[in-house]
């Protein structure tokens, strides 16, 4: 029988409860935003499923962050992987909706969102809520975000490649700071790309393939996932 939990070196993460597990792409999120994301006070992860991205944060800054989940066994499975870790004094789980939320105006928001908007479905609604623009458009993400955001602030967000370019377009009133461009190998066409947005400034580009022609993960991706994977 397969674990039911993801280890990490200074976290575990729980997944049972949870439409969507631990992902390759999301760790990159997390690894990539953690180093580059400024040093705040406080951060927002909104749509945390099984609270990862937090996690990840956490482990790299001393911010409190809080967390926005809807779906509720998502929520409760995040708030434990909380409770259980290092840092559970300063992770904090809400179960609402983000369009509803009224909590401060935060620094830093980090967003792993609904996927593949036009795609075909999968039978099941909570995999659909969790992977499709089912509840959360692109214009009401950017919405709540703006609406959260501090005026000076940062965001981070993952997306399929082609998803990103849609989003990047509807993004008008931030500026794409980082964005990192991602590939399976370096014989594969990009599949996701990380953007962090700000209110101005120029834009570093990099890329990044997971693993090499031997199927081996790419120094590159060692280097990243380093500080969390057991493994490496």
Known sequence: MA??????????VHQDKTAMKVCTDACIQGAF????????SRVLDIGTGTGLLSLMLAQQSAASIDAIELDEQAALQAAANFEASPWRDRLNVFKEDVREFA?????FIITNPPFYENDLKSPSHTRNAAMHAVSLGYEELLAAVKR???SDGSFSILLPYEGFQRFRELAVD???RELLLVRQTPAHNYFRAV????PSGGLN????????????YTPEF?????QYYLYL
């Not at 935003?33 to 705040?40: E, K, R, S």
């Not at 580009?205 to 081996?216: K, M, V």
């Open 148 to 150: 959260l955001l501090t």
């Open 195 to 198: 953007g962090i947005f700000g």
């Open 205 to 216: 580009t990099t890329e990044i393939a997971i693993y090499d022609a031997q199927r081996n």
């Open 174 to 176: 931030f500026t794409l």
């Open 222 to 226: 060692s280097a990243l996932l380093q």
């Open 103 to 107: 909590g401060v105006k935060y620094p």
């Open 33 to 40: 935003t953690a180093a580059h994301m400024p040093a705040v």
């Open 3 to 12: 674990n039911t939990f993801f280890e990490f070196k200074q976290f575990k």
